[in-house]
């Protein structure tokens, strides 16, 4: 095993190299479709930080996702708020909705947990589907691209394209902090063994709470992200498919790895983009690739490469 | 013809009606869950997709073989349950002594798999199925649908007749036995690993089964499975999977009040049974009938 310190350095080394190449990307590719994996890059990592560190499954977290797309779509449009508060309200909006869901859903463990958030996503579903601000089927469309803090021209994508890349590195950032710190060292120890956790003195439910609440937060500024980069807040956001899919996402990079997310989102919205014109298969496919990535390789592509690394290094040593 | 709170008994009783049939697909649908979860630990995702299997095997063997409903009683849920017996043999059965997670991941992959097929051959707008009982009873204070009755005392028999067949048979008594200690179990010379694949098998058949009976009544359709199945998750948090009995009546219960809402507050339907469980998870967070571990 290396030693943490070195770990960490390599992992913000391997960050700079990935944000150097999103520097240059938009040259050579075409900057929408790099924002919509940089937003469910996002969306992936803040998923991650459950799943991967805290070993909770949220199958609910459509409703943050969409909820804030929901919100900061209706801010800039019909309020005229500026796009960084639109992104700052659907934040904050995801950040509240995830105090009241984490705090009702922490009260049940590991299989019960994924149910309860899944259930929850669906009232949330239902209320989108109801309430007259969302827009009903049409969801909000035609979201205006405003300069944002009144300076810079968002109506050009490249330069939208570096607000998104900035938004993005900001979210990481947070989350790699977080799970570097004590208050990360906790939430590993709450995955590994709760019990333990409790007996040693620690206010398990309180982690998982504050978890689940930051998670929710980044997952909204993704969501809030993505509605004013394509313009549009749909159901397809809030709806039971969109929490499957960051499940799926993860799982393909790897769960608990720190780049995992960000590879399995680009390989998902890659794939999605390529076989757009396949319809109905689209979904068979994403379920044969759960069924395969299950059965096959649990670590995901990141965490398969980490457990290969490390039997390389260890038969040289 | 009298009137309670403004509501004209014609409809309350239809709804009441109505949300006991909801109920009974409730209750049948988390008692396979319940069932499976007991034995293999696993959240069977891929149980709503099996209910509309069900459905849709019935309407293939109606169309394409003729063989009409009561028929497709009886075979549907043997082929669906084959099916099920299948899955568990090729995939389930590796993941017994990973977390529980992965089960759920592998059948809501599974799930996505056979809701893609059928839409992809089917389309999603929905396929009529005959209602094989056509007519019905002109009651004092409302209208009672031959079928509708028969699903109602159907679904009540599978019901206890499950809860019998576990809590009262010889055959039960192991199946309870291997939930507690599937080691000792086997020690006794009982072969615990087919009793687990045999008890998916049956779970699966359950769901088809309600699938059969939903068929005239909701049209067949590939997202009949996916629109009910996290309601069924929402039931089966609110009664706690440790109990039939628990799962039967929570099942019932929560159509009727379900049914009760559409009367006197439509604007709830939707939600209600979420609320409930946020209430529930609030005031007994193991579930009504659980017990907190």
């Keep these: 095993m290396m030693k943490a310190g070195t770990t960490k350095n390599r992992d913000l080394q391997i960050f700079a190299g990935l944000m150097a190449l999103a520097l240059i990307a938009p040259l050579a590719i075409y900057p929408v479709f790099l924002m919509k994996v940089l937003c469910f890059a996002l969306f992936a990592l803040a998923f991650n930080l459950l799943i991967g560190y805290v070993g909770l499954l949220s199958f609910g977290h459509a409703m943050f996702f969409g909820g804030a797309a929901y919100i900061s779509g209706h801010v800039v449009k019909v309020w005229g708020w500026s796009p960084e508060m639109g992104i700052i309200a659907g934040t904050a909006c995801a950040a509240l909705l995830g105090l009241a869901a984490g705090s009702l859903a922490i009260r049940r463990q590991g299989i019960y947990f994924a149910m309860v958030t899944l259930a929850l996503a669906q009232m949330v579903f239902f209320f989108c589907l109801q309430a007259p601000f969302t827009k009903g089927e049409d969801g909000i469309q035609a979201i205006p691209r405003r300069p944002v803090l009144g300076l810079f021209d968002l109506s050009d994508d490249r330069a939208f394209y570096y607000l998104v890349l900035g938004i993005f590195a900001f979210g990481f950032l947070v989350i790699w902090r977080t799970i570097h710190s004590p208050f990360g060292q906790v939430l590993k120890a709450i995955r590994e063994n709760e019990p333990r956790a409790i007996s040693l003195g620690y206010r398990v439910d309180q982690y998982k709470l504050l978890a689940f609440v930051l998670s929710a937060a980044l997952t909204g500024m993704a969501g809030a992200t993505k509605a004013l980069v394509f313009q549009l807040a749909s159901l397809t956001d809030v709806a039971w498919q969109m929490s499957g899919e960051v499940v799926l996402m993860t799982l393909v990079g790897g769960m608990g790895t720190v780049f995992g997310p960000i590879i399995g989102a680009g390989v998902i919205i890659t794939m999605q983009n390529y076989l757009a014109g396949f319809g109905e298969w689209v979904l068979v496919i994403q379920g044969a690739i759960f069924v395969v990535v299950v059965m096959a390789f649990r670590k995901g592509i990141v965490g398969e490469i980490q457990a290969w690394w490390q039997r390389r290094s260890r038969n040289q040593a | ?250 099942g019932f219960g929560l159509g009727v009040i379900e049914g009760l809402t559409k009367v006197f507050y439509p604007e709830a339907s939707n939600t209600v049974i979420f609320i409930i469980m946020a209430i529930v998870l609030m005031l007994k967070p193991a579930g009504l009938f659980g017990t907190p571990k």
């Design chain 2, 1 to 250: 013809m009298f009137e309670l709170l403004g509501i004209a008994p014609q409809a309350l009783f239809g709804q009441l009606l109505l949300g006991l049939i909801n109920g009974a697909f409730y209750a049948m649908l988390s008692l396979g869950l319940a069932v499976i979860f007991g034995l293999l630990n696993v959240i069977n995702f891929t149980h709503g997709a099996q209910y509309m299997m069900g459905a849709f095997v019935a309407w293939m063997l109606l169309e394409w073989v003729g063989v009409p409903y009561w028929g497709a009683l009886v075979l549907v849920p043997i082929i669906v349950g084959a099916f099920g017996v299948l899955l568990e043999k090729v995939f389930l059965k590796r993941l017994y002594h990973l977390d529980h997670l992965y089960g759920l991941l592998l059948t809501f992959g599974l799930a996505l798999m056979i809701e893609g097929v059928f839409r992809k051959q089917f389309g999603s707008s929905g396929l009529p199925y005959a209602n094989p009982l056509p007519g019905g009873t002109r009651l004092d204070f409302m209208f009672l649908p031959n079928y509708r009755a028969w699903v109602v005392v159907a679904s009540l028999v599978i019901c206890f007749g499950t809860w019998f067949l576990i809590e009262r048979t010889k055959l039960g008594s192991y199946l309870r036995a291997a939930v507690e200690r599937p080691d000792l179990v086997q020690a006794f010379g009982i072969n615990v690993p087919r009793m687990i694949t045999l008890t998916y098998g049956f779970g699966v058949g359950l769901a088809a089964l309600a699938g059969v009976l939903a068929a005239p009544i909701y049209s067949v359709n590939p997202l009949m499975g996916s629109n009910l199945i996290i309601i069924v998750f929402a039931v089966v948090v609110i009664g706690g999977m440790g109990s039939i009995m628990g799962a039967i009546v929570t």
